[in-house]
């Protein structure tokens, strides 16, 4: 337990620090208030006292460092906005109390507790350091779900863990918890592979997908992704698809040859949805966030895709040049078989491939005598370029968002950080006056018109702000509820926008600028920080020690 001359001794140290920087104007009047020091009765009292009369020594010595030559008080005295000078004033107490307690009523309800976490977001990579984006954030929620899903041995639950999970090799276990309770869910291996291309499990996961799905083409697409990137590591990258190994050009092969792509997204989307309903789970990051982005193939082994029809286009040619006409329509017809079953995918990656398959498939049925067929592949082959642009176009629009959802996103940040600001000056007003009242019973406080009308208008911006927050989340709130009670996915995209614009703090175009904004903002942080302590370091040098006796 604190002894009981602690807080007086600190307090008259504390008098004493302020002295040493006071101007020269006010040593009367801190002398005065030292003095006095001794005849407060009570401890803590005595400890209030001493940090009213410190706060008004420390502001004339500001005042005085910034205005010099000026003899008399410059702006009105922490008496003057904190000690009572006049009556309560009702009215405007019971206004401040009013917009206050309207505020917090906000918070009962859950729509608005979802908003406010969502205008907090843009705050996420200012105060937390991380590798770069793209990269997971650890989510105290997720682990929370983890340990219930564990405990029921909820494999669905498991299964939506190890697809979100930050770290790998937690994700790889949920993911074996989850097929070895429901080997049905044999398909998280996929979702979790594409996340984790460099996980161990996937030389054991790939043989169950394989019995799992026999037709799907993606367990091979992970294979040969997986080859790329251990040679990658081991720095013996092939120049070709000439120079690749033959385990790597019989996984592609094998993806060449598959009857469908599933990338098992949509299956994923289903589980997410029962588990959050059956969890009460409400965050929208969870459902429109950037799990529901992500490209749902592995990248090298689209990437790879290329390389090999190349490989199968120069091998049809060959085998056209010797007259093996059906041999190479075969390997032609792969080439625009796989393509059809990446859909939209080949009009990017694949589209200079694609048409030379068209137009090699176009010639030999004009040579063939088949006009129908001819002008079929004519066709395909001048919607490639068409298709393509249609998919930038829609790529980069849901990049930007609409101007709706933009807008919203500005309007919840905005309104969360003045939600802060107001609520920070308020509470400063409130622990001002009770400092300068030395004492925290109502009564007994008398705060200054200047500061009722400071805590007022504060009160007033964080009713406003909490409004403004309430309203704009609101639709993003009912395109959530409606993919949790319907399974509608129709504005999940749209919601996906918004939650993507949300997290970049305000003031930033977005996320390639959010490193600098972050850099920033910290490099002005130490500079204020530096500049302040210099400041003090200074006056305490420069002003002459008072030898005050107690």
């Known amino acids: 337990m604190t002894p009981p001359s602690h807080p007086r001794r600190f307090a008259s140290q504390l008098l004493r620090a302020a002295l040493s920087i006071a101007p020269h104007g006010t040593l009367d009047w801190g002398q005065g208030m030292l003095s006095e020091l001794n005849h407060v009765e009570g401890n803590w009292s005595a400890l209030l006292w ?10 004339h010595a500001v005042l005085s460092a910034i205005f010099t030559g000026s003899n008399g008080p410059i702006l009105p005295s922490a008496a003057d906005l904190f000690e009572k000078e006049s009556s309560m004033r009702k009215p405007i107490l019971a206004a401040i ?24 977001a843009q705050w996420h990579h200012v105060f937390k350091v991380e590798r770069g984006f793209g990269y997971r954030k650890p989510d105290p929620a997720l682990d929370v779900l983890a340990k219930k899903a564990e405990q029921n041995h909820d494999a669905e639950a498991l299964a939506f863990v190890a697809g979100r999970y930050p770290n790998r090799s937690d994700a790889a276990r949920f993911a074996d918890e989850a097929v070895h309770l429901d080997p049905n869910l044999t398909w998280i291996y996929a979702v979790v592979a594409v996340q984790w291309s460099s996980l161990p499990e996937i030389d054991r996961w790939v043989p169950a997908l394989q019995k799992f799905d026999p037709q799907n083409a993606l367990p091979y697409l992970i294979t040969a992704e997986r080859i790329d990137i251990d040679q990658v590591v081991r720095e013996q990258v092939p120049h070709s698809a000439d120079e690749q190994t033959p385990e790597w050009r019989a996984a592609m092969a094998s993806a060449f040859q598959s009857r469908e792509l599933d990338d098992y997204l949509d299956r994923f989307k289903d589980l997410d949805r029962r588990v959050l309903l059956r969890y009460r789970i409400d965050d929208p990051f969870q459902v429109g966030g950037e799990d529901w982005d992500w490209y749902g193939l592995p990248s090298y082994g689209v990437a790879d895709s290329d390389s090999y029809a190349k490989l199968l286009i120069e091998s049809g040619e060959s085998l056209e040049a010797r007259g093996d006409y059906k041999a190479a329509a075969e390997k032609y017809s792969s080439v625009a078989r796989y393509s059809q079953m990446l859909g939209l995918v080949p009009s990017l990656f694949l589209r200079r491939e694609i048409k030379q398959t068209y137009k090699h498939l176009e010639m030999l049925s004009e040579r063939s005598g088949n006009k129908t067929d001819a002008a079929f592949y004519s066709a395909l082959s001048e919607q490639i370029d068409l298709a393509a642009e249609r998919q930038l176009a829609s790529w980069r629009k849901a990049s930007r968002g609409s101007r709706v959802s933009s807008w919203n996103a500005f309007l919840v940040k905005l309104s969360g950080m003045l939600m802060l600001l107001f609520s920070a000056v308020l509470l400063l007003c409130v622990f001002g006056v009770m400092i300068r009242g030395r004492s925290i019973k109502l009564p007994s406080l008398r705060p200054s018109s200047m500061t009722l009308a400071l805590g007022f208008g504060s009160a007033v911006g964080v009713l406003l702000s909490s409004a403004v927050l309430f309203v704009s989340y609101w639709p993003y709130s009912e395109l959530l509820q409606s993919f949790l009670r319907n399974g509608d996915e129709s504005g999940i995209p749209e919601l996906s926008n918004f939650l993507g614009i949300a997290q970049v703090p305000l003031g930033t175009g977005g996320f390639l600028g959010v490193s600098n904004a972050v850099f920033h903002f910290w490099f002005g942080v130490i500079v204020l920080c530096v500049v302040t302590l210099l400041f003090v370091l200074w006056r305490f040098r420069h002003r002459p020690r008072v030898a005050a006796a107690a």
């Open 97 to 120: 109390g009013a917009c206050v307690v309207a505020s917090l009523l906000f918070f009962l309800a859950p729509v608005f507790r979802q908003a406010f976490h969502v205008s907090l």
């Open 50 to 59: 001493a940090f009213g009369g410190a706060g008004v020594l420390a502001k």
